[in-house]
């Protein structure tokens, strides 16, 4: 028996021992990997720059995630910490400019507000008895929903003061990194060294044996909600220095990234296993994947199922480890030989990447092309109108020879600063951008103005920042030339109803802007309804159909684009065109063929392959040196039944 037991040992001290290394610290061994990956396919990717861009990346989610690690440990899951993420960051901007309140007394607000909502799903789990998955969704739709009413639908500057929280400190570290690594480890010592850490880890290893060891569950439920939302709060404070605005819309989804750094990070969903350290890593993957995949030119809709399919691996993974007898160390579990070995593991860890990497950068050592360089990063590639700016864009830059990247922000706002900050950092000639939000790439387009780096505003300008040329049609004169062709239409009186955008972005603000202007010529015209769509067929459709029911005698509809102006068709069915008039904005394809047909009256069209097509001509121009008008107008055009047979867009 004792010689078996010896053989054992000193197979576990070789090839065994490394196989339960890798199981044990499976997430480190991943990242490792995605370093080693990335590096070998791109030379951008293992710079200084890059690497401190991931970094910032990473911190929204990973402090995010750090909360929600709290609720996971104990078997919990908190779905609401995106919206409670905005909301937090949408008091504090409101709170110092619009109520004028003292700076520091706004930052205690917007933490007071992300600990209030976490209270809120700690009540209703604990005393409401409410499954924490249903507590949180509601709490996911209420937060979203009070940051667009404070807000009233429409990004908040952020103060100054606090603006400094995006920057950095000594010219090199990011500030963001910096509470990132603060915020884990607190969590680190929340976890380890404090009773409500370890009544985290009883309840979620048996929630009744808690209760029966006499555990305070309810109490101490509360107690681990109510983290989750102050951490929510501090990485909404953060998401929007580094956009220098609260936007209403901002971190959607982002619970979803922070569930899935705390499984990717080791801990179960289970419940009674997790650990700050796991979390971090993580979060780190997910950027790394996202900064290297944009830097590799790949889809945001792959990037999606990349993401997809390493969580998949990841819950894998924590079962064949579970299997192959692998035993996470619980962060509140005593035994310093066991953390002494982790840090030795991560040192290890760190030197092998080290190593590895730096032979990697030779193979990219040296080369260069004198290829034009151009990054475009579009606000959306999920509606027809910026899909055809790609195309023109993408035909100019083979016509003229010049190595494009496009990249897709999904309207998200913060996701666009990160693809900014990589273009800037991957030495590309120049960036064309279509901002998400005019002031939310300001600091990222800052950051390329001072690398040198010229950028080109395609539809939408940028705030507070400088760019070599902006190409774009005029939002607000096409809503007048809406108002007037609807209007002429109706005979200068009637009642009507305007499906708005996606709230918070310039273009619906514009177009909605100018539209009211045009009306004022007619006073005959009454607006009945206005309801947010979000520029989608789908949800023009269903918003339309919910009109009707309270406006059944309406004579027009006025929509801020073709997409919600064609789900109205819909819904109005044989009334489009006939005793309904609807006119859309853009021009796009299934929009003109809806013209065409009768059932559209008009589309307000911006000529969309002509806006890439000039865009990605003066970034030529300007990686060349050549002079660039400060702003190249493309006319816009009411494009009716009578002329749509001769518009090309």
Same mark, same amino acid.
């Given at each position: ?16 021992? !490394?196989?339960? /290394? ?19 396919? &791109? ?66 607000? %917007? ?5 209030? %909502? ?15 998955? !249903? ?87 509360? %107690? ?86 390493? !969580? ?113 950092? &991957? ?18 387009? $800052? ?61 619906? $603000? ?8 045009? /009306? ?130």
């Amino acid at each position: 028996m004792a010689t078996d037991t010896l053989k054992t040992r000193a197979s576990a001290g070789g090839a065994g021992g !490394i196989r339960r /290394l890798l199981l044990d610290n499976g997430a480190l061994t991943a990242l490792i990997g995605l370093v080693i990956v990335m590096s070998a396919l &791109s030379g951008d990717f293992l710079t200084t720059d890059n690497l401190l861009n991931i970094g910032v990346q990473a911190a929204v989610t990973a402090i995010l995630a750090f909360g929600v690690t709290f609720v996971i440990v104990s078997a919990g899951i908190d779905l609401s910490v995106g919206s409670v993420a905005a909301l937090s960051a949408t008091v504090l901007a409101w709170s110092a400019t619009s109520a004028g309140v003292p700076v520091a007394i706004a930052v205690l607000l %917007a933490i007071a507000t992300g600990l209030a %909502a976490g209270l809120v799903n700690g009540v209703l789990i604990s005393y409401g008895k409410l499954p924490p998955f !249903i507590a949180t969704l509601a709490m996911l739709s209420v937060g979203r929903g009070l940051s667009l009413v404070i807000s009233q639908g429409s990004p908040i500057a952020f103060p100054s003061s606090v603006s400094h929280l995006g920057d950095t400190l000594g010219g090199w570290l990011p500030v963001p990194v910096l509470v990132m690594v603060i915020m884990g480890l607190i969590t680190a010592f929340v976890l380890g060294r404090t009773y409500i850490g370890r009544s985290m880890y009883a309840i979620g290893g048996n929630e009744e044996a808690a209760r029966l060891s006499g555990l305070r569950v309810k109490k101490q439920k509360i %107690a681990i909600y109510a983290l989750s939302g102050l951490f929510a709060a501090a990485a909404g404070i953060v998401l929007a220095s580094r956009l220098s605005s609260a936007q209403p819309q901002a971190a959607n989804g982002y619970e979803l990234d922070a569930i899935a750094a705390v499984v990717i990070g080791g801990a179960s969903l289970a419940g009674g296993t997790g650990k700050a350290s796991g979390t971090l890593i993580g979060a780190l993957i997910l950027a790394v994947l996202r900064n290297g995949l944009n830097l590799l030119s790949v889809s945001a809709f792959w990037q999606q199922v990349v993401i997809g399919v390493v !969580i998949a691996l990841a819950v894998l993974l924590d079962t064949v480890r579970r299997k192959a007898g692998a035993t996470p160390v619980a962060a509140g579990t005593p035994g310093g030989a066991g953390k002494g070995k982790q840090a030795l593991t991560y040192v290890l860890a760190a030197a092998v990447a080290v190593a590895v990497v730096g032979s990697l950068s030779f193979l990219h050592g040296g080369s260069s092309s004198k290829t034009p360089k151009v990054g475009l990063s579009l606000s959306t590639l999920n509606n027809p109108f910026f899909v055809q700016i790609k195309q023109g864009a993408q035909a100019e830059a083979k016509k003229q020879g010049v190595d494009l990247t496009v990249t897709d922000a999904q309207n998200d706002a913060s996701q666009q600063a990160n693809q900014l900050q990589n273009f800037t950092s &991957s030495g590309l000639g120049a960036i064309v951008v279509n901002p998400v939000d005019s002031d939310a790439a300001g600091p990222a387009v $800052r950051a390329a103005n001072k690398a040198g780096v010229p950028v080109v505003g395609v539809d939408r300008g940028v705030n507070k920042a400088k760019t070599a040329a902006l190409v774009a049609s005029d939002n607000i004169e096409g809503g007048k030339l809406g108002a007037q062709a609807l209007a002429e239409k109706l005979g200068g009186k009637g009642k009507i109803v305007i499906l708005q955008g996606l709230a918070g972005t310039s273009a619906s $603000r514009e177009r909605g802007a100018g539209f009211e202007e045009g /009306l004022k010529a007619y006073p005959g015209i009454q607006v009945v309804a206005e309801q947010p769509a979000d520029f989608d067929r789908t949800k023009g459709l269903d918003v339309m159909t919910n009109l009707l029911q309270a406006h059944p005698d309406i004579q027009g509809v006025f929509a801020e684009n073709d997409e919600m102006a064609l789900g109205a068709i819909k819904a109005l069915g044989a009334k489009a065109g006939t005793s309904v008039q609807v006119v859309g904005f853009d021009g796009e394809p299934d929009g003109l063929a809806a013209v065409k047909a009768g059932s559209l009256y008009a589309s307000v069209a911006q000529q969309p392959s002509q806006l890439g097509r000039i865009a990605i001509d003066n970034a030529l121009r300007a990686i060349q040196g050549k002079k660039v008008e400060e702003t190249v107008k493309v006319p816009v055009k009411v494009v009716t039944k009578d002329n749509v047979a001769g518009f090309t867009g």
